[in-house]
């Protein structure tokens, strides 16, 4: 696949509207202009890859919107060399840009097949995550304790597991909600035993689901 000009135009176009929207990080929106969108994308869409709008990834799942990936990152302050636990790596699209900025990558993937489509691309731009085809709902206690933990796939209830693989001082990004809408949550281990919380607004996510699927 190539990056043209065009791509790259479309590319600027996107990080002007995610600016307007409030993401004012431009580590950010640099990181954004670092990884092509449409690389992720089935070919159909390549001429929408850069407009903000989820897509169709195979599996019945779907690429997030670019501002929900953007308002996501931004939650998570992110440092260079923090320790990442990403569930749902779904298409990879997130997990490349937190690659951009730095951050030791580990992200679960339940679809093997959209794990494996992920590691492709992924591996095409040089990038080095950890890539699991698993339950995210286990954490991966072999490589905890996280500096922080995103989940990008809408939780019923908020994983015991992910809690207890947060650093002290680390923060679980999450939505929690039911099918149709869950809340932005962002959780700051405070102590080996307490937690706060804070609301960020509604969100629509697929949903996180128990189990893999081969
Ligand atoms: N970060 C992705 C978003 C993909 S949508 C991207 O940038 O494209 C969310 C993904 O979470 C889907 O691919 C879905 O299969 C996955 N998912 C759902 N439940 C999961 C679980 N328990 N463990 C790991 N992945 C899960």
Do not use: W
Request: contains cysteine.
């Amino acid at each position: 696949m190539q990056d043209t000009y065009k791509h790259k135009g479309m590319r600027k176009q996107l990080i002007d509207e995610l600016r307007k929207k409030g993401i004012t990080d431009e580590r950010i929106l640099t990181a954004f202009d670092a990884v092509p969108r449409h690389y992720f994308l089935d070919l159909v869409f390549e001429q929408q890859a850069y407009s903000n709008m989820p897509f169709q990834i195979g599996s019945g799942q779907t690429i997030s919107h670019p501002y929900t990936v953007a308002f996501q990152t931004s939650l998570l302050e992110l440092k260079r060399g923090d320790k990442v636990l990403e569930i749902g790596t779904g298409s990879g699209f997130q997990t490349s840009i937190l690659c951009v900025l730095g951050a030791k990558v580990f992200s679960i993937e339940r679809h093997k097949e959209l794990h494996l489509k992920a590691k492709k691309i992924i591996d095409q731009l040089g990038f080095t995550p950890k890539l699991f085809f698993g339950d995210g709902y286990e954490g991966k206690a072999t490589y905890a304790p996280f500096d922080k933990v995103l989940v990008t796939c809408g939780a019923p209830e908020v994983p015991q597991q992910l809690l207890s693989q947060l650093k002290i001082g680390g923060v679980l990004i999450i939505p929690v909600g039911d099918l149709d809408q869950q809340q932005m949550l962002r959780i700051e281990r405070v102590s080996e035993t307490e937690y706060t919380e804070e609301m960020f607004g509604n969100f629509s996510f697929v949903p996180m689901l128990e189990k893999t699927v081969r």
